[in-house]
């Protein structure tokens, strides 16, 4: 082999690691572990484009780095294989999205191994797999057999629930619940029949059924995650989501939101995605306060009061009125009649709404008075009740006291219906300047803490406040539990029958409970999940099961464990391998799953953390969200009066166009090389346009033009990675796409770098390899001599920047640093085993193919490059060994003198004197003075 041929080594070496499962992981005791995950992809129809490896592109690097540190890695492929877009297409073909699904992850399998990941494919898990979501429906179920004890600040057994219950009621218990969990004492619980205990029982499981308004998409047939959709519509497909109140099941995730927050603490995450987590979790600290109404309400009902959540009670004296969500549940009683009709108009018009709309339009001003009031309880003023729909019915209480002189909206909604603004600062600003009164001045027109400055208000308040019972100090948080119920097919079956109306578990003995084959995958006649229509599917031949299936996060949400031993039939992994691996150590994925993937899924590790399944709080110690590849689109112009009955189209190129008046037209950046159009691949993939066209050329070609773009079929710039690694190599496109830029900035794909990156390997090939000769004929050119200090440095130069760099995950550096040594050994003419072997090492990360294939010619046993170690870096080699001294006469460098680094002073001035061009200008007289600068340079003055 003489020329660096891609296809048959890569071929040569994919074979051989598939044969001898060179990347088999098994768990060796005594060798540190590292755990590099790349979150695993749904296996689409399209298949993978460039965009996609970039990320696993780079785990690889580090995992193959790793291994050559001494460490025992784990870096596992598998697929998120449940979802909606295979059922779509069950939908429209009556095809089993099972067969479909295959099909696609068999194609994402073969593209993935065309790229030479060193995944270990034995471990490889499918979320859609009933070996697989067995244990997704084990989680459920202990999840429904768990409480949140907020005393131990931990999830347990419900049998430490039902022990409390036996020996106090409810007394002392602090649990995380449904909020009209009835109170009782332990006599009441054991007067009650099993079945009303085991009710009580479903107001505190972590998982249980509740009526909760969700994001319902009529298109779908399906609830969808807030997370799921985007701009009111759903986030795949675009169709309109609506705000429905359906029976779901939901998981009891606020339990965990302080332990969420408080995580982020002890995880090496960007700071802007911790943001991201931190948001939507959304601590705030204030109080509840009841404001009481100023009547009772008619027919007995007595005077609950409003009760508001505050994050500023210190604003309480500036309250001018209240507004509650149009949901409000005291509504209807509190709406006078003459208000009725206005009052129902507003409320349907709110329903039309989802939560996000209404919060995001912070522009349009609209809200109706009901006609009642209520009082301030710190000064018993009369407060007139409003309603509007910025106020959100799921938020605190779904009620605001309304402060127009401290808050925005407060104060557009007070101007907009003249209702009264009350300052209560002295140094009071406009509030539309953005006064913060946190931050300045002293109350004024706030009885008890008039003249006091902020810090020292609230407590007066808090005090005034418990005291009086008129309420508490409180933290909310804006995350809500997470609704659970998908009402699709393709998804795991939840674990649940009804008996006389209430949800029970199955036997743990009948998981997996397989999905039913139905006819169609539509919901039935009644609109019952497609899960209806299964025939006969009823537990133990009478129970009806739980219709609905789970959301796409359930398997996503604990899979990385059971990549740590996949085959397990006892358990969801043995316990013995979790205390190996443990967690992730390095995360690698989109920025698209900041907040649903990643509070589900820590969400999960904390519970089986608390049921001692798991060792560790966190499950991803560092995580890396890769920038998006964009698509560079081309562009071919057609001249607008060319197109019509009997014209010829006419297409000028991109330097001409502005001559012309012309329409962009998208053209496959396939048939582009360079930026210039393959005009007969064009007219063959294209007659509709190219028919018989006549193309304007500029030096004799068509040169397109380009934007970039998000990458998709529809711009016709989309780059598969299958047509790269058959002309340039896998080796090359892993190089190239590293090298595109920083792996977390966004960053277009340009295939127009791509011939230097394979030139460079053909130039690494050549210090191996003489050109044009043949190797079976001998003409190796490797040899043994002693390396000289010159490519000792070269080498050790890539050696140091390499190891740094992929501690830093900077690859694209790394690149440059390759090339760089590759051209200085070529103008060395070095060919030195000694130092091609240790290039061949550093270099195998990046390129594994072509490395592995050096390396068994150098003559180490082949297939071994991956259990070799990463060569030392000694920094000696980096020293300079010589030092270059200017040498100035009267000011004026005449020539240079090289010296060992070490060389006397006393020694330099001597030769420095010796030399022919010095004794030129000194004209056999003695110097005035010889000043030597040591490392620097040497002065002679004449
Ligand atoms: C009076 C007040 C005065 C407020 C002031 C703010 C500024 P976060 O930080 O998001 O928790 N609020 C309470 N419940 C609400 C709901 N269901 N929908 C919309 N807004 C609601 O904000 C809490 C603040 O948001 C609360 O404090 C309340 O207004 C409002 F100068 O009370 B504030």
Known sequence: MSEYNHREIERKWRDYWENNQTYRTENIAGKPKYYILDMFPYPSGAGLHVGHPLGYIASDIVTRYKRLKGFNVLHPMGFDSFGLPAEQYAIQTGVHPAINTEQN?????????????????????RTSDPKFYKWTQWIFMELFRSWYNRKTDRAEPVETLLAHFEQHGTEGLEAVCDEEAPAFTAGEWKAMSEREQYEITLKYRLTYLADAV????????????????????????????????????????????????RGLEEVDWSESLKEQQRNWIGKSTGAEVTFPLAQDLEGGAGNPGIKVFTTRLDTIYGVTFMV???????????????????????????????????????????????????????NGQPVPIWLADYVLAGYGTGAVMAVPSGDQRDWTFA????????????????????????KEGRY?????????????????????????????????????????????????????????????????????????????????????????????WKYKGQYEYELSTMPGWAGSSWYWYRYMDPHNEREFADKTAIDYWRNVDLYIGGSEHATGHLLYSRFWNKFLKDRGYVPEEEPFKKLVNQGMIQGRSNFVYRVKDSVGEGKTPVFVSAGLRNQYEVTALHVDVNIVENDVLDIEAFRQARPDLAEGAEFILEDGKYVCGTEIEKMSKSKFNVVNPDTIVDRYGADTLRLY?????????????????????????????????????????????????????AELKSLHKVIKKVAEDIENLSFNTSVSAFMVCVNELTALKCNKKAILQDLVVVLAPFAPHITEELWAALGNEPGTLSKTAFPAFNPAYLVEAAVEYPVQINGKV??????????????IEKEVLANETVQKWLEGKPPKKVIVVPKKIVNVVV
């Open 105 to 125: 992850i068999t194609r994402y399998i073969e593209q993935l191994k065309n790229i030479g990941f060193s995944y270990d494919w034995s471990r490889e898990v």
């Open 214 to 261: 969700v994001n319902w998409c009529p298109a779908l047939g399906t609830v969808l995650a807030n997370d799921e959709v985007k701009d009111g519509v759903s986030e795949r497909g675009g169709y309109p989501v609506e705000q429905k109140l359906m029976r779901q099941w939901m998981m009891r995730i606020t339990a965990y939101a302080d332990r969420l927050l």
């Open 324 to 378: 509650l969500a149009p949901e409000h549940e005291l509504v209807p009683s509190l709406t006078t009649p003459e208000q009725k009709a206005a009052v129902d108009s507003y409320v349907s018009a709110a329903r039309m709404r989802s939560e996000r709309d209404r919060m995001a339009d912070a522009k349009t001003v609209s809200g109706v008075f009901t006609g009642s009031y209520c009082l301030n309880p710190f």
């Open 415 to 438: 101007r907009h219906f003249n209702l009264p603004i009350i300052p209560i600062l002295d140094a009071q600003q406009d509030i539309d300047q953005g006064a913060d009164p946190t």
């Open 444 to 536: 004024v027109n706030s009885g008890i803490i008039d003249g006091l400055t902020f810090s020292e208000a609230l407590p007066v308040l808090i005090r005034f406040l418990e005291e009086k019972g008129l309420g508490k100090a409180k933290i909310n948080y804006r995350m809500r539990d997470a609704v659970f119920s998908r009402q699709r097919y393709w998804g795991e079956p939840v674990p649940v029958y009804f008996r006389d109306g209430l949800p029970y578990l199955i036997d743990e003995a009948d998981l997996p409970l397989e999905l039913p084959g139905v006819d169609k995958y539509l919901p039935t006649e009644t609109g019952e999940p497609p899960l209806g229509r299964a025939e006969g």
């Open 737 to 789: 796409e590293m090298f595109l830029g920083p792996l977390t900035d966004a960053k277009p794909w340009n295939t127009n770098g791509i011939d230097g990156v394979y030139r460079f390997l053909k130039k690494f090939w050549r210090l191996f390899y003489d050109e044009g000769t043949d190797i079976r004929a001998g003409k190796w050119l490797v040899t043994d001599g002693d390396p000289t200090p």
């Open 894 to 907: 005449r020539t240079t003198l090289s010296f060992p680094l070490d060389t006397a002073a006393s020694d």
